[in-house]
């Protein structure tokens, strides 16, 4: 027996909750597009995708269609699995040479890594300085990669609010990023 269509977002009190089944058939091509977009590479993005349906699977029946859409949701799971897997890697990274492993990392620096993080923090700070809102907005768009239409439909927001609320987010990083310094703008090259 088939369930009812479920309307993601929508304000009745008691909807049915969607099967793993449809939630992937409906939800693969963009989770697959967000682990790409969160930088995992080529190799690992079906079994990081597959990841995300696992735990999909797993937390499905705690999943509230009141609290927002169900692509919101996939995008934090998504999100989630993409930094594990980063870190997982960054802790497997060595340099081949001549087909043997060396012992030398090819992690930045440590004074690279001081500066990463210090601006990482900065602008981390910058974004709780916002108003959750257009921060929400900014961090989907600018710092994800998505387009306007598709937060616009994601959120259930009009597309003018979306951009009105990014226009006013890039005004206040670009105030932000002005009080940074040449230091950060080198650290960032390096």
Same mark, same amino acid.
Request: overall charge positive; hydrophobic content about 35%; charged content about 30%.
């Given at each position: 027996?088939?369930?009812?269509?479920?309307?993601?977002?929508?304000?009745?009190?008691?909807?049915?909750?969607?099967?793993?089944?449809?939630?992937?058939?409906?939800?693969? *091509?963009?989770?697959?597009?967000?682990?790409?977009?969160?930088?995992? *590479?080529?190799?690992?993005?079906?079994?990081?995708?597959?990841?995300?349906?696992?735990?999909?699977?797993?937390?499905?029946?705690?999943?509230?269609?009141?609290?927002?859409?169900?692509?919101?949701?996939?995008?934090?799971?998504?999100?989630?699995?993409?930094?594990?897997?980063?870190?997982?890697?960054?802790?497997?990274?060595?340099?081949?040479?001549?087909?043997?492993?060396?012992?030398?990392?090819?992690?930045?620096?440590?004074?690279? #890594?001081?500066?990463?993080?210090?601006?990482?923090?900065?602008?981390?700070?910058?974004?709780?300085?916002?108003?959750?809102? #257009?921060?929400?907005?900014?961090?989907?768009?600018?710092?994800?990669?998505?387009?306007?239409?598709?937060?616009?439909?994601?959120? *259930?927001?009009?597309?003018?609010?979306?951009?009105?609320?990014?226009?006013?987010?890039?005004?206040?990083?670009?105030?932000?990023?002005?009080?940074? *310094?040449?230091?950060?703008?080198?650290?960032?090259?390096?």
């Amino acid at each position: 027996m088939a369930r009812p269509s479920v309307h993601f977002g929508s304000t009745d009190p008691d909807p049915a909750p969607p099967d793993v089944e449809q939630v992937y058939r409906t939800h693969v *091509g963009y989770v697959f597009r967000l682990i790409q977009r969160f930088g995992i *590479g080529r190799d690992e993005v079906e079994d990081a995708t597959q990841e995300v349906f696992i735990i999909v699977h797993r937390r499905l029946p705690d999943f509230d269609p009141r609290r927002g859409a169900m692509k919101t949701w996939l995008f934090a799971i998504a999100r989630g699995v993409a930094a594990n897997r980063r870190r997982g890697k960054a802790r497997r990274l060595r340099v081949v040479v001549n087909g043997e492993a060396c012992d030398r990392d090819v992690r930045p620096s440590p004074e690279q #890594q001081m500066r990463q993080r210090e601006t990482l923090e900065r602008v981390g700070h910058f974004l709780t300085t916002l108003p959750p809102h #257009q921060r929400e907005v900014f961090e989907l768009i600018d710092i994800e990669g998505m387009r306007g239409p598709e937060v616009s439909e994601t959120l *259930g927001i009009n597309i003018n609010t979306i951009y009105t609320r990014l226009r006013l987010a890039r005004q206040a990083f670009k105030r932000f990023a002005g009080t940074l *310094g040449p230091d950060v703008e080198r650290g960032a090259s390096t």
